[in-house]
T-cell receptor
Framework: RKEVEQDPGPFNVPEGATVAFNCTYS??????FFWYRQDCRKEPKLLMS???SGNEDGRFTAQLNRASQYISLLIRDSKLSDSATYLC???????????FGKGTMLLVSP | ETGVTQTPRHLVMGMTNKKSLKCEQH?????MYWYKQSAKKPLELMFV???????ENNSVPSRFSPECPNSSHLFLHLHTLQPEDSALYLC??????????????FGQGTRLTVV
């Protein structure tokens, strides 16, 4: 099983749609989880951390399921500007050395 | 404005050249990373430094030589590269250690072209 696994997509959705991405991780000792966003030819940028209780930031909601070892990202009311690659990131070995998934591409169309 | 600065932003070099990429972070982090991203490909981890010590080398060819003189600076020395080494090279930093915030912050990258 890969350390961090994501569906590469692309997910093609119309503006205003709700879309969800999942990510699975293999190391049960992992402690920190994040979603990053990467625009074409740019560096990845932190979108949000993922907490055990789940957390929300505007249109974005992140969830963590430790029992099943997956995290999710829900985007409501998609905007054209949400088009990007979304990277799932897990803290390897419980501390230090982040492991990135290969990313899920989202394309929002008018 | 990013707390991680990479120079140069763009670099074109011949296969016989020697050049260096520089990364500097002003975030007080103690872990620094080099990643490679080829066109339309995912991030590939190259090297990890924790407290100036190399803790991970992801089977990177010896024509890439990292150097970490202190926790704020990271270099990637390049020599006798191949055209397939053309890519975006990204530096990142984070806190290291159990607990606390460990998210990574990236520099804007160096876009390298080997001719």
């Amino acid at each position: 099983r890969k350390e961090v696994e994501q569906d590469p997509g692309p997910f093609n959705v119309p503006e205003g749609a709700t879309v969800a991405f999942n990510c699975t991780y293999s190391n049960s000792a992992s402690q920190s989880f994040f979603w990053y966003r990467q625009d074409c030819r740019k560096e990845p940028k932190l979108l949000m951390s993922v907490y055990s209780s789940g957390n929300e930031d505007g249109r974005f909601t992140a969830q963590l399921n430790r029992a099943s070892q997956y995290i999710s990202l829900l985007i409501r009311d998609s905007k054209l500007s949400d088009s990007a690659t979304y990277l799932c990131v897990v803290n390897k070995e419980g501390y230090s050395t982040l492991t990135f998934g290969k990313g899920t591409m989202l394309l929002v169309s008018p | 404005e990013t707390g991680v600065t990479q120079t140069p932003r763009h670099l074109v070099m011949g296969m016989t050249n020697k050049k260096s990429l520089k990364c500097e972070q002003h975030l007080g982090h103690n872990a620094m990373y080099w990643y490679k991203q080829s066109a339309k490909k995912p991030l590939e981890l190259m090297f990890v430094y924790n407290f100036k010590e190399q803790t991970e080398n992801n089977s990177v060819p010896s024509r890439f030589s990292p150097e970490c003189p202190n926790s704020s600076h990271l270099f990637l020395h390049l020599h006798t590269l191949q055209p397939e080494d053309s890519a975006l090279y990204l530096c990142a930093s984070s806190h290291s250690g159990q607990g606390g915030k460990t998210e990574a912050f990236f520099g804007q990258g160096t876009r390298l072209t080997v001719v």
